[in-house]
């Protein structure tokens, strides 16, 4: 069993997820194996909200290069989360 803390990575502050709070929508980085509905249960345990909808996205990689040395940054996963209305969660709020 996946611990809910380890599925939530950290929350996604940027321009676009914030303006997607104002439509009760918080974006969360997250552990690439976890699927929606474990994303669901950790949000309500972590935040005591209700979830409505999750939607992911899967980030590719980019490639990076340092001098000669070719690399590539870890793929991500991103979830797009909605709160039923009235819920907040309070990390995102004053950013």
Known sequence: MKFAHDILRK???SEKSMSL?????????????ANKT????AVEEI????VLKVNTIRVKGKQVRRRNILGRKPETKK???TLRPG????IFEGV
Not at 38 to 41: D, L, Q, R, S
């Open 11 to 13: 929350p996604l502050i």
């Open 87 to 90: 819920d907040k969660i309070e």
């Open 38 to 41: 474990e994303i669901k249960k």
């Open 47 to 50: 935040f005591k909200v209700k």
């Open 21 to 33: 709070t104002e439509g009760n929508k918080y974006t969360f980085i997250v552990d690439p194996r």
């Open 79 to 81: 979830a797009v989360v």
